[in-house]
């Protein structure tokens, strides 16, 4: 938009400090061009000159306005390709299930394959064999779990998968379900489910699906309050899309993404992986075009708790094993130094308190405090870690969501009581001095700004809020501090804070004019009115 604007009467958001528990509003916000030119009292000078000047004046009527939001960590193209998959979520048996499967394949004869998403696996209860799919339709069947760790798969897609299945048999172990006789049963799950049948499946995916998919991926982050997003599992079929859709057409939101360096035995092969991730962050340089850059690489260094896959220090209730992480600590040491060297940030999920432990040990030996290099997830850190975190200038990469009382208080009754006291430790961290900055971590996880906000406030679920349970209320983040966390942290942890995520004079006019009551326990309901993003409204709610 050409021109100055003037937003009157609002209650703007203008607090950058994450450790400020109460919230400081002002009155008037300006925007020149695609800049924010002024914040504050509506009686300055500046307002008034512009006003005089012909500037377009909007009255707020006492609305809020906050930064646009940052989604610290995503999966963009998987869950814009998501967004067109049969959801499964209403389905409670598998008779609900194999009925919807049924009914979509026969609506869809066009389809080269049935792709579904939101799978209950308690709907089948754990249950997953080809051959409870193989009669509802002959072609390749791909049901993704709810929590996206893994595909129940029909005997054709397991087929159309039988090459890479046996390839990667070694590698991926128990990840990939048998039978009796030791042929695949069906299920694939976690490092087989992301290193295999993800890539496989974007792959499978003509260029025109990609580039419909990122474009409803960000249409629908645009609505739900997002101008940028820190993308957490890079790869060739999703960059080369982004490029192509740039080329065509402008990218509203501003994306930095972290290249995907799966683990290997073979540690050629991780080095290829990480050449690939160096050659590309000098070509996509954050100082070249911070708006869509290769700003890291991402690593995953344990699973999650729900799979009992994440790297304690003791065994779940019922085992007796222990859980490794997934990188051999030299190792780690090794990849997480030459990319820090290379100047990159690391990434790297950690979710039990040994995963945590290990991975902030790969990075206080890497030596460059100044690389606001981060930690995904930090479910279940030691008293001590949280300590190093923010000792270090580590970036705590946190969700909401994923502590949603729905999903966590499970976790209780399997890790031990000593670690289950210290989970999702939000505040915690931001009291030892890190950065702090919310994720959504979709399609694994509802990519909604507004009840992730609320789960990191009030430390209840989202998802059916009459349940009692709080989830340690005292780690709970403040209004004010979450919304940093979305926004000013957010653009920290991803070194953009001198250009966007607070409402400060000079910044990107990157904003949103909120319906809602300044209060954690109102968050449900709260709408974003409008998304403003470079000075331009690019949603107004209609509802
Ligand atoms: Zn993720």
Redesign the pocket.
């Known amino acids: 938009m050409a021109g100055t604007t003037v937003f009157r009467n609002g209650r703007i958001f203008s607090a950058e400090d994450a450790l400020a528990t109460t919230a400081d509003f002002l009155e008037c916000l300006v925007v020149k061009d695609d800049k924010i030119a002024y914040v504050g009292s509506e009686n300055d000078e500046k307002v008034k000159s512009a006003e005089a000047s012909g500037a377009e004046v909007i009255d707020l009527s006492g609305q809020v306005v906050v930064p646009a939001f940052i989604d610290s ?3 963009l193209l998987q869950f814009g390709l998501g967004l067109a998959k049969l959801n499964l979520s209403e389905c409670k048996s598998f008779e609900d299930i194999k009925a919807a499967v049924s009914n979509y394949a026969k609506a869809h004869p066009e389809m080269s394959r049935i792709l579904c998403r939101q799978w209950h696996q308690s709907a089948t209860n754990g249950k997953a064999l080809a051959s409870m799919l193989d009669d509802i339709d002959p072609r390749p069947i791909y049901i993704e779990a709810r929590d996206c760790h893994s595909t129940w798969c029909n005997s054709a897609a397991l087929e159309e998968l039988r090459e890479r299945l046996e390839a990667t048999a070694d590698l991926y172990g128990e990840d990939i379900h048998r039978d009796d006789a030791g042929r695949p049963s069906g299920l694939v799950a976690e490092g087989a489910h992301l290193g295999m049948v993800w890539p496989f499946l974007t792959g499978a995916c003509s260029m025109s699906e990609r580039l419909t998919a990122l474009n409803n991926a960000i249409d629908v982050y645009i609505e739900s309050g997002y101008a940028g997003i820190v993308e ?2 890079m790869e060739n079929n999703a960059w080369d899309a982004l490029q192509l859709l740039r080329s065509q057409q402008d990218i509203p939101i501003h994306i930095a993404a972290h290249w995907a360096v799966p683990y290997s035995k073979d540690e050629q092969q991780i080095e290829e992986h990480l050449n690939e991730a160096i050659a590309k962050h000098r070509e996509f340089h954050p100082s070249k075009s911070p708006e869509l850059c290769i700003i890291g690489i991402k690593l995953f260094n344990d699973g999650a708790i729900g799979g009992c896959t994440a790297a304690l220090s003791h065994p779940y209730m019922g085992y007796t094993n222990l859980v490794d992480p997934i990188w051999p600590a030299d190792v780690l040491k090794r990849t997480v130094k030459k990319a820090v060297d290379a100047g990159l940030q690391v990434a790297i ?1 950690a979710i039990g308190d040994v995963a945590i432990s290990q991975t902030i040990d790969a990075i206080a030996a890497a030596n460059h405090p100044q690389g606001r290099q981060r930690v ?1 997830h930090l479910q279940l850190a030691s008293a001590e870690d949280v300590k190093r975190v923010g000792q270090l200038g580590i970036t705590a990469s946190i969700q909401g969501v994923h502590m949603d009382p729905v999903v966590s208080t499970a976790y209780s009754r399997i890790v031990k009581p000593h670690l289950w006291e210290q989970a999702f430790a939000f505040r915690d961290f931001l009291d030892h001095g890190a950065c702090v900055a919310l994720g959504s ?1 979709t399609p ?1 996880a509802r990519h909604l700004p507004l009840p992730n906000l609320y789960n990191v406030t009030t430390r209840r679920s989202a998802v059916r809020p009459e349940l009692p349970d709080v989830v340690h209320e005292h780690y709970a983040l403040t209004l004010s501090q979450a919304i940093a966390a979305q926004t000013s942290q957010a653009a920290y942890s991803r070194f953009a804070e001198s250009w966007t995520g607070s409402l400060t004079a000079g910044k990107l006019a990157n904003f949103l004019v909120m319906d809602m009551v300044w209060s954690a326990e109102k968050l449900l309901e709260a709408k974003v009115s409008q998304t403003w993003i470079k000075g331009q409204k690019r949603f107004q709610n209609t509802t």
Request: charged letters at 20%; glycine letters at 0%; zero cysteines.
């Open positions: 960590h995503m999966h957490m599992a999920h995904e971590d694994t």
